[in-house]
């Protein structure tokens, strides 16, 4: 079943060679890269353009560091036993595909805002589907993903409830209270902790099924990886950049803390009202 759609009209896309269309003929090609930009035509250079190339780059050194192995552990025996291999499974803000590339389903799909990411994922992970996308309007098929996955990721209520089929579990992981502690004290006088607030708990249209959290330490072998950490993260323009050179000089290597919470919600059926109409 098509999972891809039209940013235009929503209509379900069908690859066709190296283009994917809907049934209103529209038309959007596959790059040399492998991946398909499905922002909506025209409106790509008044939207902020996701993380930068920079930042980019940076976390794929830092993800293929290994600095984050057991969250990508822990979500693809997620995703693997949540999806059993069937359905669409879709990463929103997949950034590299660094997570997307351990998911599980009939087809998995990495969509984020930012070209530089999409591209590199599309580079390296070839078994997945890749395409620039905005959250806010996900080119998707109303009702047709079984997983959706959003990883420090933003996520919008709406949106997921809509292309979320009845029973689709959304997992969602967040920063765990402690998480990047020491790293924190070095960039923040006061550091406080992270909120762990995860998104939809709140929200009747899904129910929280899981809720576990993933704790671990690992070590900041050098300056190098320090810049990188804090190059992909939003202390780079959250804190000053006299504070960040300062946090550079700290002696490495050194150990952090690293954390997350992690949830899984079932999208809840839509119930009827009396007169048949859905209001879920
Ligand atoms: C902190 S990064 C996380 C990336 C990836 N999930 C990971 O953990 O490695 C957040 C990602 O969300 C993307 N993003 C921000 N706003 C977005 C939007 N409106 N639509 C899609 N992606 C967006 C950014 O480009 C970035 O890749
Ligand atoms: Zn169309």
Known sequence: MAVLACPLDLRALERVGDA?????????????????NLLPPGKSS?????????????????????????????????????SNGTGATVDVGCGEGYYTSSLSGAEVVGL??????????????????FAVANALALPLVTDAVNQL???????????????????????????AAR?????????????????????LVDDDRFALAHLEQVVGEIEIADRDMLRDLITMTPYRFAVPP???ERALTAPTPFTTPIGFAVAVLRRVSATLDPDGESIG
Not at 21 to 36: E, I, K, L, N, T
Not at 65 to 82: I, M, P, V
Not at 152 to 172: G, K, L, N, S
């Open 179 to 199: 998480h990047l502690a020491a790293v924190r004290a070095l960039l923040y006088e006061t550091p406080q902790l992270h909120d762990e607030v995860v998104p």
């Open 46 to 82: 008044r939207l902020k353009s996701g993380d930068d190339v920079d930042s980019i780059h940076a976390r794929r050194r830092f993800l293929d560091a290994g600095n984050y192995a057991t969250l990508a552990r822990r979500l693809g025996a997620l995703s693997r036993e949540l």
């Open 20 to 36: 994917w269309r809907c049934a209103d003929g529209h038309s959007y090609d596959v790059s040399r890269d492998g991946y398909v």
């Open 149 to 175: 996955v959003s990883v420090f990721a933003p996520v919008v209520p709406d949106e997921f409830a809509r292309v979320c089929r009845a029973e689709a579990h959304v997992v969602i992981a967040v920063p």
């Open 242 to 244: 006299d504070a960040i």
């Open 112 to 129: 984020d805002l930012s070209r530089s990411g999409i591209r590199l994922a599309a580079r390296r992970y070839k078994s997945a589907t």
